[in-house]
């Protein structure tokens, strides 16, 4: 058993890292930014004492010293699982509300454990895809993308518009968190996540159709009819399940090959298009409001596509991708648990 402290536990993947730390037998402290959130997430797993689960509030992962108390623990922590980071498009600051919570946030977090919890030997961050791609070089179908790749945007890119912001606030975090194992040599190692687009359910007691996660909002869409006369287009046509992802997580804390290694975490490629198939095919009752075979857009792009190598993940951490068809279905009965 390891004792875990967990940042932003009620976000949409955390969640799911949570429910499967307890189920390998860790026992977890989880920051959420309200008791009320915090008070959620202890009534959904009532069956476990405090000394198995608890909260601490957090409320601003941008202000100087947000983690100082949070670290602290009695028996002390020995891993930290960082995955508070804002991933959303409705800013009207992209340095304010996209780059210092992931910059000041990751680097804030890792000086805090420096300082304060000399007992923690593993540290893994959520970083993304977005911290590898390179978004200037369009659909690249002659490259092939793995963990040496480095999203190449600057400071000047970043604060064009909210997409460039939000990748830049990954690439920089992540950029940040491995400088800082380079020249504060700290006791503990690290190993960042980096996924593409995260499909896959969500935990009710946390999500409504309105609070939904970016990367679900497709989903909800597609179900609700939005996409009858023409499908949006994919944007990033590579995925993972929650649920894998979740696990990532996890065995990258448990396992000692992990250790100052970058995963790049995909299942491979989707379209929006197949979703609204696999809906068609499972769901029948949402056929009236879903497009056809001859409807327009949301397929692969006709020049072909960049390539991906996962090999890392599946040797290191020995995972086995879910399916695409498993995670819609399992999206949709979830969504369908919040109103869909």
Known sequence: MTRVLLTG???????????????????????????????????????????????????????????????????????????????????????????????????????????????????????????????????????????????????????????????????????AAWDFIEQEKPNFSLATMCPPLVLGPIVHYLNSLEGLNTSNQRVRDIVQGKAKT??????????????????????AMEKDQAANKRFFITAGYFSNKEIAEIVGKHYPQYKEGLPTSSTPGGDYPEGGLYKYNNERVRKVLGIEFRSLEESIVDTVKSLQAVGA
């Open 9 to 175: 536990g009620s976000g949409f993947i955390a969640a799911h890292v949570l429910e499967i730390l307890l189920q390998h037998g860790h026992s977890v402290v989880t920051t959420v930014r309200t008791e009320e959130k915090g008070n959620k997430i202890l009534s959904a797993h009532s069956s476990y004492g405090k000394d198995q689960l608890d909260f601490v509030i957090v409320e601003d992962i941008a202000q100087e010293g947000a983690f100082d108390k949070a670290v602290v623990s009695d028996p002390p922590f020995e891993a930290v699982i960082h995955t508070a980071s804002p991933f959303h498009f409705n800013v009207t600051d992209v340095q304010k509300q996209l780059l210092d919570p992931a910059i000041i946030g990751t680097t804030g977090v890792l000086r805090s454990i420096k300082k304060s919890a000399p007992s923690v030997k593993r540290v893994v961050i959520t970083s993304s895809f977005a911290s590898i791609i390179d978004a200037f070089k369009g659909n690249w179908p002659e490259h092939t993308y793995d963990e040496s790749d480095w999203n190449p945007i600057t400071k000047e890119q970043a604060t064009d518009n909210p997409a460039n912001g939000y990748r830049a606030s990954k690439t920089f975090a992540e950029r």
């Open 230 to 251: 023409e499908i949006p287009p994919t944007g990033t046509y590579i995925w993972v399940d929650v649920r894998d992802l979740a696990l990532c997580h996890v065995l």
